[in-house]
């Protein structure tokens, strides 16, 4: 199956269907995500815009949800900014914390405003 994110003005992701393998291939059997965008706009207007998203991950970073927004730069899929002082990972497209989680077994969440990893009681 063949995952299409739609897009707003923004690049921000609206929606996010899924098509059969056999819309985006060519008479020589290859994959061509032109195709499915055409399928798209044939679907749900001319005026729509719609990038391919990648249910395994295997290209463009992440798969597209709702809310995501598309980095054409980064070639990639990027979620929403949880908190201020995470950073973006332009090779992952991923927000990251600046302090890492410990790593010892234990339930942690994120204080914003102490900036740190608090423990979770169990």
């Not at 008479?27 to 749900?44: D, M, P, Q, T």
């Not at 249910?55 to 054409?72: I, L």
């Amino acid at each position: 199956m063949a995952h299409f994110a739609e897009l707003d003005d923004s690049n921000v992701v609206l929606r996010v269907i899924v098509l059969n393998n056999n819309v985006i291939l060519d008479e020589n059997g290859n994959e061509l995500e032109e195709l499915g965008i055409a399928f798209c706009k044939s679907l749900y207007g001319n005026d729509t815009n719609w990038k391919q998203t990648s249910y395994n991950n295997s290209f463009r970073k992440n798969y597209a949800a709702v809310g995501f927004t598309w980095r054409e730069d980064l070639d990639g899929f990027v979620p929403p900014q949880n908190y201020t002082s995470w950073a973006l990972n332009e090779t992952t497209c991923r927000y990251e914390p600046p302090v890492s989680m410990p790593n010892d077994g234990n339930q942690y969440m994120w204080d914003e405003e102490n900036t740190e990893w608090t423990l979770v009681n169990n």
